[in-house]
T-cell receptor, first 114, second 113 residues
Framework: NAGVTQTPKFQVLKTGQSMTLQCAQD?????MYWYRQDPGMGLRLIYY???????DKGEVPNGYNVSRLNKREFSLRLESAAPSQTSVYFC?????????????FGQGTRLTVV | LAKTTQPISMDSYEGQEVNITCSHN???????ITWYQQFPSQGPRFIIQ???TKVTNEVASLFIPADRKSSTLSLPRVSLSDTAVYYC??????????????FGKGTKLSVIP
């Protein structure tokens, strides 16, 4: 039982390049989330998907797009990477929309934009 | 909006009990309080969740007073492996019945030998 799997684990991009961060969960969870964490900071919500077929903006959505491909997969796309997007990105999932339930996090993707 | 306030950092010696208090003055009636733990280079991990009074599991206890405007995470007899950042969360209601779970900066607990 893998839980939440993120790929890649590390990535270096040049400014202006695009890439997609992949996330998959095998717990049959309805809700999925993308967070970013900058050094010494807490996690900030980028986008979330309360259920398959829906996506909503979080605190810091600018510069990102998401796709809830199916119930298992939720991807995060950077269309034109900027140095300000250098961060660690975490994907999470929960059985239902996060309120009174436990969320499970992936191991993170460390992204550097140069 | 329900936001949380907790100390930035705490130090404790091994074997001591550690209490981390979080204030959430604007918590909504039906909202639970959830605590997560994060080790360096890892994603957060759920520790405990509660609505009122006291909740205990194999890892920690959570104390919530009657007014629910604060909560205290209690870690009994900490060890070096408890050195981590601890986050207190309550949902932020973003309208139309949807919620966001927002992490603040958390409390960095350092356990000293």
């Amino acid at each position: 039982n893998a839980g939440v799997t993120q790929t890649p684990k590390f990535q270096v991009l040049k400014t202006g390049q695009s890439m997609t961060l992949q996330c998959a969960q095998d717990m049959n969870h309805n809700s999925m989330y993308w967070y970013r964490q900058d050094p010494g900071m807490g996690l900030r919500l980028i986008y979330y998907s309360a259920s398959e077929g829906t996506t909503d903006k979080g605190e810091v959505p600018n510069g990102y797009n998401v796709s809830r491909l199916n119930k298992r997969e939720f991807s995060l796309r950077l269309e034109s990477a900027a140095p300000s997007q250098t961060s660690v990105y975490f994907c999470a999932s929960s059985e239902k929309q996060l309120m009174n339930t436990e969320a499970f996090f992936g191991q993170g993707t460390r992204l550097t934009v140069v | 909006l329900a936001k949380t306030t907790q100390p930035i950092s705490m130090d404790s010696y091994e074997g001591q009990e550690v209490n981390i208090t979080c204030s959430h003055n604007n918590i909504a009636t039906n909202d639970y309080i959830t605590w997560y733990q994060q080790f360096p280079s890892q994603g957060p991990r759920f520790i405990i969740q509660g609505y009122k009074t006291k909740v205990t599991n194999e890892v920690a206890s959570l104390f919530i007073p009657a007014d629910r405007k604060s909560s205290t995470l209690s870690l009994p007899r900490v060890s070096l492996s408890d050195t981590a950042v601890y986050y207190c969360l309550v949902p932020i209601h973003s309208g139309a019945g949807s919620y966001q779970l927002t992490f603040g900066k958390g409390t960095k607990l350092s356990v000293i030998p």
